[in-house]
Nanobody, 111 residues
Framework: QVQLVESGGGLVQAGGSLRLSCAAS????????MGWYRQAPGNERELVAG???????NYPDSVKGRFTISRDNAKNTVYLQMNSLKPEDTAIYYC?????WGQGTQVTVSS
């Protein structure tokens, strides 16, 4: 069993930045691929950043160049640095590893 706890969400103006954190209850961050997803009202959950155990990252075009995923294996934590935020980035953000999901953290970007 793995517990994931996200934090760092909030309200920010367009163009601003936020850093999300996802703390895992076990030492898995450097072992498995981990991902950040988001879900806006009425939309399906979508991947916004992934990082493999080898450190390879991937992003969809919608966030490429603005979002950066990173991890700290010693702290069992994965981060999502979000810059140049846009109103369309407003969503609940979740982290995931294997079949485990966090509870989500709300990000709201005002115009």
């Amino acid at each position: 069993q793995v517990q994931l706890v996200e934090s760092g969400g909030g309200l920010v103006q367009a163009g601003g930045s936020l850093r999300l954190s996802c703390a895992a209850s076990r030492s898995i961050v450097g072992t498995f691929t981990m991902g950040w997803y988001r879900q806006a009202p009425g939309n399906e959950r979508e991947l916004v950043a992934g990082i493999t155990s080898f450190g390879s990252t991937n992003y969809p075009d919608s966030v490429k160049g603005r979002f950066t995923i990173s991890r700290d294996n010693a702290k069992n934590t994965v981060y999502l640095q979000m810059n140049s935020l846009k109103p369309e980035d407003t969503a609940i953000y979740y982290c995931r590893v294997h079949t485990y999901w966090g509870q989500g953290t709300q990000v709201t970007v005002s115009s």
